[in-house]
């Protein structure tokens, strides 16, 4: 059960875009089409941002999308805002019928 | 509207129990699977344990496994956490989570209540 990996941090300035990798192997990410993202802001609980890898929930921005290859999915951000600032989490299910999450990534709005 | 509500939280001496709830409202209980989630102090999510549904199914993650038990009482609404042998690492502020119907992912999350192991 190691975690999925993420790089520690990024950043971009307002209207860019950026994208956070989250690798696994093929027990969880690449085995499934079930991974999913999380936005937490400090002190907050963490919010859904995309389901199934590349689903969005009803009131997420579409600036927010998702995609997988292999065993390392993707969350890309595009035209960045200042309150797009927050940690994010990537998530997926296991072939021990767990889950795991990756170790977090801190984006920056410059 | 969706409401988890944890409770139970506090300090603790290492090696003694703990038993949080996460009250839920707003929604058909006994038709979802609950997960526990934690997060120690400026670390990132871990993943701790689901039950499923109706209670038929429970999985931890290793660093629980034989030490926490996740229990269900669907005529309460209520999701809860057995601790025990708590260590120092169990240190951590614990949410519970709603899997959505038919699927992997945690659509609605609880505020969280923070357990310090401690001596």
């Given at each position: 059960q190691s975690a999925l990996t993420q790089p520690a941090s990024v950043s971009g300035s307002p209207g860019q875009s950026i994208a956070i990798s989250c690798t696994g192997t093929s027990s969880d990410v690449g085995g499934y089409n079930y991974v999913s993202w999380y936005q937490q802001h400090p002190g907050r609980a963490p919010k859904l941002?995309?389901?199934?890898?590349s689903n969005r929930p009803s009131?997420?921005?579409?600036r927010f999308s998702g995609s997988k290859s292999g065993n390392t999915a993707s969350l890309t951000i595009s035209g960045?805002?200042?309150?797009?600032e927050a940690d994010y989490y990537c998530s997926s299910y296991t072939s021990s019928s767990t889950r795991v999450f990756g170790g977090g990534t801190k984006l920056t709005v410059l | 509207q969706v409401q988890l509500v944890e409770s139970g939280g506090g300090v603790v001496q290492p090696g003694r129990s703990l038993r949080l709830s996460c009250a839920a409202s707003?929604?058909?209980?006994?038709?979802y699977a609950m997960h526990w989630v934690r997060q120690a102090p400026g670390k990132g999510l871990q993943w701790v344990a689901v039950m499923s549904y109706d209670g038929s199914n429970q999985y931890y993650a290793d660093s629980v496994k034989g030490r926490f038990t996740i229990s269900r009482d669907n005529s309460k609404n209520t999701l809860y956490l057995q601790m025990n042998?708590?260590?120092?690492?169990?240190t951590a502020v614990y949410y519970c989570a709603r899997e959505a119907v038919g699927a992997v992912y945690f659509d609605y999350w609880g505020q969280g209540t923070l357990v310090t192991v401690s001596s």
């Open positions: 941002m995309i389901y199934d890898v009131g997420v921005s579409d960045l805002q200042a309150e797009d | 707003g929604f058909t209980f006994k038709k042998s708590l260590r120092p690492e169990d």
